[in-house]
């Protein structure tokens, strides 16, 4: 399987990550020499083996559905960019 | 006293219980020593005013009586974990200016057990990289040299600061991170001691996230007995961490008796590399005849799937930071790119992720973004996370079998110079993982041990695997190795 420009083009579009055009063909190649890598997957039996979701047998804690955590307002919006009136602020999204 | 801060953790906290000095001293020592290693470029963020405060508050909890386990000991923190109102970048561009109202679960029990911060340690940018060579803070370079040779040297990544900070004496110890080898690696490359404990050991809470099936913290110190000392401390359970093991932390340093009589060694065939260098292959045949004189039994041993762990996890890793680094989108905290007029949102998202991310963490997001996409989610990620099964398997096949640990080298050569893997492709960096990675696709603790030098002297070290939980036991195995081997060079002080 090898990638060429588009799919990169369409990868990095994916990943919202803004790649220039004249980068697309060395990301490809880049892309094609780790996959390549990976390829040696195909080479293992995984019939009837369950891929792995968790690697050490536990079951997820539970608790009670409560609010324990909030009125931090202030807190959640320091770090940000740009905060207005307690909000975050962004672009506008829609006309 | 002088030169405090080349002591250790056990050495300095025996020193302060007894009077003889005080965490305001140990602490001057440290900073002096950072002041004057510039050079190295450890350190990302020093925070002196803290430090000296919490040495002055440790002061007055030891005259008192009541000094916790680490009380008065000078440390480094890694770039990755949360520090409260102190600057947490994870060594990238995107997270600049970036302080955090909360402290991480880890450093937490660090502060609770009296230690002293000493600032935050550079590493590779989001913790992706085998040489410290991704972090936007720049390169750190490795107090250790080949020989008479000026050449700059990795201490090895991504806990490369932590690495460097501890060999070169500008802390007692230091917290590190491991993914793929992120503490062993280093540890190896610079003479000092890296565990990563199984995983669930440590609570992630506060940690920048990588690849959260994989992550976990653990100490990076200057002996086996103070690696068992600082993980007990930074270890326990944490309901903000789902994935915290609910587990009695037991007395580390109580279970070092260097006693290893009866247990059994495992020496996994699949661990010897075409061109490994005959230095591994003689420091592990050593290590392996150290632990035999120690009465350990070294039993011969094959893990098939190892060949597959490196592929398996340049799927899994990349998939989980992929989901992971989604959360900087220039909205709720870091860098946001300037925007021409008439940009929207998309545009805020592709501009401040392009100048955020440098370009390893890009390239891993997109391949990581690629194996989870539509059409390709069962051929790579489901076959990988399959394949992760089969490593997992192989190692509960050996330990069902009567093996204790597993002994192998923790790296394939010794540090490499900076710059010199410039021109390489990606996949040959990430060879450099190739002894660790199975370890965190298992969960299993693994520790690095330094136990000799190559022929320009340099550090080498070797890894001991150990059972799920049974750190405890996994330490006392490194503690006689450790002893047999006899590792004291230091690195000569040029910077």
């Known amino acids: 399987m090898s990638i060429d420009k588009d799919t990169a083009a369409r990868v990095a579009k994916l990943a919202r990550i803004k790649v220039e055009a004249e980068a697309l063909p060395a990301l490809a190649a880049e892309f094609n020499t780790i996959l390549g890598f990976i390829e040696q997957l195909n080479e293992v ?10 690697v050490t047998p536990q079951r997820l804690k539970r608790r009670q559905d409560v609010v324990n955590d909030g009125n931090q307002q202030p807190k959640v919006l320091a770090n940000a960019p740009d905060a207005r009136e307690g909000f975050f602020a962004v672009p506008k999204v829609m006309e | 006293m002088s030169d405090l801060n080349k002591l250790g953790l056990a050495e300095a906290r025996d020193l302060l219980r007894k009077g003889e ?5 140990l602490t001057q020592a440290c900073l002096t020593a950072i002041d004057a290693a510039g050079a190295l470029n450890a350190f990302a963020h020093k925070t002196p005013e803290i430090a000296l405060q919490r040495a002055s508050a440790a002061d007055l909890r030891l005259k008192a009586g ?7 000991l000078p440390i480094g923190i890694k770039d990755l974990f949360c520090t409260k109102g102190v600057d947490t970048q994870a060594g990238s561009r995107i997270l600049q200016g970036f302080k955090p109202e909360y402290e991480s679960t880890v450093s937490q029990n660090l502060i609770d057990s009296g230690s002293v911060m000493l600032g935050k340690l550079n590493m590779d940018e989001f ?29 090895g990544g991504s806990s490369g600061g932590s690495a460097a900070a501890v060999a070169a004496d500008l802390c007692l110890a230091a917290t590190g991170t491991d993914t793929g080898g992120s503490i062993r690696q280093p540890a190896a490359f610079t003479g000092t001691v890296g565990i990563k404990p199984t995983y669930g050991r440590c609570s992630r809470w506060g940690v920048v996230a990588f690849a959260s099936s994989l992550d976990q913290a653990g100490p990076m110190t200057k002996s086996v007995r103070d690696a068992a000392i600082m ?22 340093e109580a279970m070092l008796s260097g006693d290893t009589r009866g247990k059994k060694i495992g020496i996994p065939k699949e661990y010897r590399m075409d061109g490994m260098p005959a230095a591994i292959e003689t420091l592990w045949a050593d290590g392996a005849a150290m632990l035999k004189d120690a009465g350990a039994e070294i039993v011969d041993i094959s893990l098939p799937h190892t060949k597959y762990a490196l592929p398996a996890y340049y799927v899994i890793a990349p998939a989980e930071a992929s989901s992971n680094l989604a959360r900087y989108d220039g909205v709720r905290y870091g860098h946001r790119a300037k925007l021409e007029a008439g940009d929207g949102i998309t545009e805020m998202y592709e501009k401040t992720r392009a100048e955020g991310f440098g370009p390893e963490v890009q390239r891993r997001v997109m391949v990581g973004t690629y194996v989870l996409s539509a059409g390709f989610y069962d051929a790579y990620y489901n076959r990988a996370r399959r394949v992760r099964t089969l490593i997992k398997k192989d190692f509960e096949d050996v330990f069902a079998a009567g093996i204790d640990a597993i002994l192998t080298p923790a790296t394939p050569s010794a540090a490499f110079g900076l710059g010199e893997m410039i021109d390489a492709d990606p996949v040959q960096m990430y060879l450099n993982d190739v002894f660790t990675v199975t370890v965190n696709l298992a969960g299993l603790p693994g520790i690095s041990v330094p136990t000799g030098l190559d ?5 080498l070290g070797l890894q001991l695997i150990g059972k799920p939980w049974e750190e405890g036991d996994l330490l006392n ?18 910077w």
């Open chain 1, 45 to 54: 039996d995984v019939e009837g083996i369950e891929p792995m979701t968790s």
């Open chain 2, 21 to 25: 000095t005080s965490s305001v001293e």
């Open chain 2, 66 to 72: 009541d000094a916790p386990a680490m009380c008065g």
């Open chain 2, 127 to 155: 913790a992706m990289g085998s040489s410290n060579e991704t972090s936007v803070y720049g390169d750190v370079v490795s107090p250790w040299r080949r020989g008479d040779d000026t050449a700059a040297l990795t201490p």
């Open chain 2, 231 to 252: 993980l007990e401390v930074m270890a326990g359970h944490d309901a903000k961490d789902s994935t915290s093991a609910d587990l009695a932390v037991p007395n580390f």
């Open chain 2, 455 to 459: 022929a320009q002297g340099l550090p």
């Open chain 2, 477 to 494: 195995t490194a503690y006689a190795l450790e002893t047999a081997a006899g590792f004291v060079a230091k690195p000569g002080k040029w």
